[in-house]
């Protein structure tokens, strides 16, 4: 194979304080930019004994994986043969382990493994894959890597070696965000400002891989908007019929005791409505000066793809 040659940046990692330094100046870390900016609630509620333990787990499995990879010996640690079967399977070749990048100015992280093909990848062992944080994350790493190097990166992923009680161990692609609004956090936060961009924009498409939602649950609810479905065309069969029935015999009230059914005969009408369309374009100023404005809650969109 050809050797690789990776940017070599002056920034000193001290990993006991997690710091970085560039001579005597401190850089910030990306955790601490992102829980500033965008995710200041990410670990509400959750225990410090609690976050101690997950991150000293975390803390031991990137240990074994870096020595194995840097080392090129093996390891029984059942997260470290998780790791070994996922890379062997995808064809991945580790080329750097802990591998700093920085802007040489403000900022500074360590990528968990860059691979052969510029794959940047973060090791997870967190119950649960926060896919809108390891978008945010690796996209920062990525323009932090392609800042000093002449290699593009290819995609963005994370090897997720969960507890066996929270799912199967996977490698999973998240999208990359664009180096534009990366670039406009990243200036905000050296700023001192609060970043004013859209945080979402990490939110693109994703499969199950990413999100841990039963596949039970997800069954049932297909079922469910199937069972809508066919029921829908049902009613709306019997009701055209219903309709043509009660006009042909002139009835205007039917009642069906045993079923408890009762329908009744609505007449045919003419109804009028404001045409906003039409009174945008002549009135504009009539139109805007009727215009309010109210919160809608987030919420979901399904549709079953036969």
Known sequence: MDKIELYKSPVVFNAKDHTYFLGEKQLQGITGLLSRQLFPDKYKGVSEDVLAKAADRGHYVHEIIEMCDTLGVENEHPMYQAYKRIKDENGLISLSNEYLVSDEQNFATCIDIVFRDFSLCD?????????????WQLSINAY?????????????CSIWLPDERYGTPRLIEVPRIPDEDVVALLEADAAGMQYQGNRHSG????????????????????QIIKAEKEAKAVKDEFSKRMTELMENYGVKKWISPDEGLQITYVAPSK????DSKRLKAEHPEIYDSY??????????RITLND
């Open 144 to 156: 932090l890597f392609e800042l000093k190097n002449p290699y593009k990166v290819s995609r963005l």
């Open 271 to 274: 109804t009028k409505k404001l």
């Open 291 to 300: 215009l309010s404005e109210s919160e809608v809650k987030p919420s979901i």
């Open 123 to 135: 090791i997870k062992t967190t119950s649960k894959l926060d896919a809108e944080w390891l978008s």
């Open 203 to 222: 939110l693109l498409e994703a499969d199950q891989s990413t999100l841990p939602i039963p596949h039970a649950l997800l069954s049932q609810v297909k």
